[in-house]
């Protein structure tokens, strides 16, 4: 996903001098180092194995199972879904990405861009608004807001060149990461209609991650504990109060990645000796329990919705197999399959069980 890797590389610039023209390899360096290591190790291997082949946005239901939902050009990833079923994420464009709206009836549609080369959707409300990322005319990141009747907005930064919206609540409220003056600090972000963006502040360090967002506003993430950038902890941080540190399984890392409205937190956590990493469950009454894996070493829980429904990725038992896997809890995990390829990761579920995610094609 060099989309993504490149976005990485803007987010962690404090490591380099310019993101442009890094390798893969160089990216993937970037990312062991910032926001959330074990996590991006595993999902740009996923993204590394599809480079020989094709991978597809799907959706998938209990009673259809997983549908591909094709792509305007090359390879295709869903990133989100609303309880209409629209889906969002991105394409490849030739050297470059574009953001995607694709629903039942009109298929997959280009969302347009910010005067740059690239876009990416993340996060779609009942509204069918749309957040994400994208290349300004100037080369800028910055985080959008999408609407059928609007279009394409930019929403600015904390000051620095970047931002990028992660998720976006049906209030309209969105959640990512953003750069202060200088791109030396990067901090969570609550962006709310008609306000100015605001810095939600961090654990330890200057640095915090934005993923998650309920219809309270509540928003879940990643941050430092220290100016090394390691470890990171995953929080929750409720309006008007401070982060909260989730803490781990016994590990050094964590970090969280979706929030029901009845504030269940999902993400992954370390073990001892910082590996391997597990998918978990966190609530106010019962801390974090591990949810297992398909067989395999590593696991994450990327979004929970309203019937404590959760999704992710496991690996199986097999070396080298990733699938998209679905939790209705501790150890109660399902394969959701792929569209024919190995590997598969589940990125996003509805209120009616629907699941987006990506996979690889045979």
Request: charged fraction near 10%; include cysteine.
């Amino acid at each position: 996903m060099r989309l993504i890797l490149s976005f990485i590389a803007t987010k962690c610039s404090h490591l380099v001098n310019s993101p442009r023209g890094f390798t893969e390899k160089t990216m993937l360096r970037l990312a062991r180092r910032c926001l959330f290591p074990s996590i991006l190790a595993a999902t740009l291997a996923v993204h590394a194995m599809a480079q020989s082949t094709t991978t597809h946005a799907f959706l998938w239901s209990p009673a259809i199972g997983m549908q591909d939902l094709g792509s305007l050009s090359g390879s295709s990833y869903a990133q989100g879904i609303n309880n209409a079923g629209q889906v969002v994420g991105y394409y490849e464009s030739g050297s470059n990405f574009r953001a995607f709206l694709w629903t039942e009836r009109t298929g997959m549609q280009d969302l347009g861009t910010l005067g740059g080369d690239y876009t990416a959707a993340e996060g779609i409300n009942s509204a069918g608004q749309v957040t994400g990322a994208a290349r300004t005319a100037s080369g800028e990141v910055h985080a959008f807001l999408w609407s059928a009747q609007s279009g394409m907005q930019d929403l600015g930064t904390l000051g620095g060149t970047f931002s990028g919206g992660d998720a976006i609540n049906d209030a309209g409220e969105i959640t990512g990461t953003a750069s202060r003056a200088g791109d030396v600090r990067y901090v969570a972000f609550l962006q709310i209609p008609g306000k100015v963006m605001k810095g939600l502040g961090r654990l330890g360090s200057h640095y915090s991650y934005g993923y998650g967002i309920n219809e309270a506003g509540t928003v879940v993430g990643a941050s430092p504990l220290n100016k090394n950038l390691s470890p990171n902890h995953a929080f929750i941080r409720r309006k008007g109060f401070r982060m909260v540190d989730l803490g781990t399984l016994g590990g050094t890392d964590s970090a969280a990645f979706g929030i029901s409205q009845s504030e269940q937190v999902v993400g992954w956590t370390s073990f001892s000796g910082g590996y391997p990493f597990h998918a978990f469950l966190w609530t106010g009454t019962s801390g974090m329990q591990d949810l297992g894996t398909l067989g395999g070493v590593t696991s994450s829980a990327l979004a929970i919705n309203s019937n404590s429904e959760i999704v992710g990725f496991s690996d199986l038992s097999q070396a080298g197999v990733t699938r998209a896997a679905l939790w209705t809890g501790p150890n109660q995990i399902q394969d959701l399959g792929t569209l024919g390829g190995s590997n598969s990761i589940a990125r996003s579920i509805n209120d009616l069980g629907q699941v987006v995610g990506e996979s690889t094609l045979q």
